[in-house]
C-alpha cells in the first residue's frame, strides 16, 4: 500500500497555470474513476476540489480541472491565484482489500 | 450545516489503547460512507480506515490492520475508532471525513472534521 506520487513542489506566477502530477499502478489510480484531489492550507481542514477524476463540487472554481491517463492523474490550476497556495493531495481507491491510498503531497507556491 | 466533530485524543504511552469519536450533525448519518485520515507532524495525509454506510464494508490501511478497528451507530450520528497497542508511528492529528455520495464508496470526502490529536509518547 504504497503512497501515490507527486511531485514535492510546483510553482507559478499570477495567472499562469500549474499541473500537478499523482502517478498510481493499475491497482489504483489506473484501476478506478475514482480519483479525488485535496486542498489543505497549514491549521486549516481539507477541502474537496475534484471527484471522480474530473467533476468539481459545487462552490469550487471552474480554474480547478482534473484529467487522467493510464496510472497517473493530474489536477491543473488555471489562472493561478494568491489563495491557491497551499498543499494539494490526490486519493484513490484502491480496490476492495486495499482500499484507500493518498498522495505523498505537493506544495504549490505562487512567486 | 453539515458537520464532524472529532473528540477521545490524547497524551497516551505506547503499547496502549484509544478511542476516538466522530459527532455527525446535518445530514442523513446513515447514508455515507465515513472515513479516518490522519496526518502525522510535518507530514501528508494518510487515509486510516473507512466504513460503509450499514457497517457492511470496512476497510483499514495495512499501517493499522489487526491494531485499529473502525465503527459506527446510526441510531447516535457517531463513528468510532478503537486504536490499540499505540505506536509512535501513530501519533498524528485525526481527522474523519464523509463520503461524497451517498450509498457509495470512495467518491471523495467532502465534509472534514477539526481533527483531534493523539500523541504517543512514554
Known amino acids: 500500500q504504497s503512497a501515490l506520487t507527486q511531485p514535492r513542489s510546483v510553482s507559478g506566477s499570477p495567472g499562469q497555470s500549474v499541473t500537478i502530477s499523482c502517478t498510481g499502478t493499475s491497482s489504483d489510480v489506473g484501476g478506478y474513476n475514482y480519483v479525488s484531489w485535496y486542498q489543505h492550507h497549514p491549521g486549516k481542514v481539507p477541502k474537496l476540489m475534484i471527484y471522480d477524476v474530473s467533476k468539481r463540487p459545487s462552490g469550487v472554481p471552474d480554474r480547478f480541472s482534473g484529467s487522467k491517463s493510464g496510472n497517473t492523474a493530474s489536477l491543473t490550476i488555471s489562472g493561478l491565484q494568491a489563495e491557491d497556495e497551499a498543499d494539494y493531495y490526490c486519493c484513490s481507491y484502491a480496490g476492495s482489500y486495499t482500499f484507500g491510498v493518498f498522495g505523498t503531497g505537493t506544495k504549490v507556491t505562487v512567486l | 450545516e453539515m458537520q464532524l466533530v472529532e473528540s477521545g485524543g490524547g497524551l497516551v504511552q505506547p503499547g496502549r489503547s484509544l478511542r476516538l469519536s466522530c459527532a455527525a450533525s446535518g445530514f442523513t448519518f446513515d447514508d455515507y460512507a465515513i472515513h479516518w485520515v490522519r496526518q502525522p507532524p510535518g507530514r501528508g495525509l494518510e487515509w486510516v480506515s473507512g466504513?460503509?454506510?450499514?457497517?457492511?464494508?470496512?476497510g483499514y490501511a495495512d499501517s493499522v490492520k489487526g491494531r485499529f478497528t473502525i465503527s459506527r451507530d446510526n441510531a447516535k450520528n457517531s463513528l468510532y475508532l478503537q486504536m490499540n497497542s499505540l505506536r509512535a508511528e501513530d501519533m498524528a492529528l485525526y481527522y474523519c471525513?464523509?463520503?461524497?455520495?451517498?450509498?457509495?464508496?470512495?467518491?471523495?470526502?467532502?465534509?472534514w472534521g477539526q481533527g483531534t490529536t493523539v500523541t504517543v509518547s512514554s
Open positions: 466504513i460503509s454506510w450499514n457497517s457492511g464494508s470496512v
Open positions: 471525513a464523509k463520503d461524497l455520495g451517498p450509498g457509495g464508496w470512495f467518491y471523495g470526502m467532502d465534509v
